[in-house]
């Protein structure tokens, strides 16, 4: 697992595409996530292939909350504990400045909601949920609403997470 380079935007922009339903964003978005934002990205390859990735950001106007933006775990990379693990490298790279995770999730993806209760239960912080993205109010009736789920306040050694997680991080 490490930050990703420009290099990689076209890579991640394919791993996107096979990784439903996330939304496809512009190869252009994944450059900028791949640059501008690597410190908040961590990509992740297996056996020199790209199978994994979690985009995020600070919040503008909230620089103690890291929005996290996507993960993405291609199938070959599924049910081993990958997504975990990604989201737990960007905690601990940025330790002591996280208090508050956001990010938002369609009501029916088990998988995602499944993956942030675990990020919650692990980090002994609670998780709450509301309203982000209206699929009438905001999406036009093109999109199913998008709830933001809110994990915090995290304590302060936020990532710090199982044993069997940690020996797994690097860099
Ligand atoms: C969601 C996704 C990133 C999970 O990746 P992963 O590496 O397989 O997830 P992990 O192995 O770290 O599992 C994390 C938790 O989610 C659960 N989970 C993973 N896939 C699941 C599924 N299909 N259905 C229900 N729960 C699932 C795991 O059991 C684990 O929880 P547990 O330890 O309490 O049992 C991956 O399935 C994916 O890329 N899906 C398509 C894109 C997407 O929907 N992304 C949403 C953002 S999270």
Same mark, same amino acid.
């Given at each position: ?92 790279? =940025?330790? #002591?400045?996280?208090?508050? &995770?956001?990010? *938002?999730?369609? %009501?029916?993806?088990? +998988? ?37 789920? =809110?994990? #915090?306040?995290?304590?302060? &050694?936020?990532? *710090?997470?199982? %044993?069997?997680?940690? +020996?797994?991080?690097?860099?």
């Amino acid at each position: 697992m490490r930050k990703p380079n420009p290099e990689d935007g076209s890579t991640v922009y394919q791993l996107i595409g096979r990784c439903k339903p996330l939304d496809e964003n512009s190869m252009y978005c994944n450059l900028l996530q791949c640059s501008h934002f690597r410190d908040t990205c961590v990509i992740a390859e297996q056996g020199g292939l790209v199978v994994g990735f979690v985009s995020g950001y600070f919040l503008p106007d909230q620089p103690d909350t890291l929005f996290v933006w996507q993960v993405a775990v291609g199938e070959e990379a599924r049910g081993q504990g990958l997504a975990s693990r990604m989201l737990s490298k960007l905690l601990t790279r =940025h330790q #002591g400045r996280v208090r508050h &995770l956001h990010t *938002s999730i369609t %009501t029916g993806n088990d +998988a995602s909601w499944n993956t942030f209760k675990k990020l919650s239960r692990e980090n002994d912080a609670p998780l709450n949920t509301r309203v982000m993205f209206d699929r009438e109010q905001h999406f036009g009736g093109q999109h199913d609403t998008e709830m933001l789920v =809110h994990i #915090g306040p995290f304590k302060a &050694l936020a990532g *710090s997470t199982s %044993t069997a997680s940690r +020996a797994h991080l690097q860099e």
